[in-house]
């Protein structure tokens, strides 16, 4: 598997260095938020507000439905393990073993 960069790119993370001026001149939302608040009028900043409070109102209330199915689905996991370990305890235990003979394989060979 090979990453490749481009220019302006961060090879570590892979996201773009985008400098505050060139993402500031026009591009950056389409729905009027990159208006200055020294132009805009009280209310305008009123319904900004308003409409981000929404939107992280919206957004809360995702996040803690998806904390809710990845926990069922954890459960769910654990659930299904602890009966597969269970009904196959001998295979198991051989799993083990040959994780712990890998894991000191490879630690001895620094």
Known sequence: MT?????????I???MNIPAPAAKKGN????GAEKSA???TPEELSAARTLIAERLRQTRTRLVEARAVVADKAKCTAQATDAYVK???WQMLGVA???????????SRR
């Open 3 to 11: 990453t490749e960069t481009h220019p302006g790119q961060d090879p």
């Open 13 to 15: 993370e892979g996201r």
């Open 28 to 31: 950056a939302g389409g729905n």
């Open 38 to 40: 020294s132009t805009s």
């Open 87 to 89: 009904d196959h305890p």
């Open 97 to 107: 073993a040959a994780a712990g003979v890998l894991a000191g394989v490879l630690l």
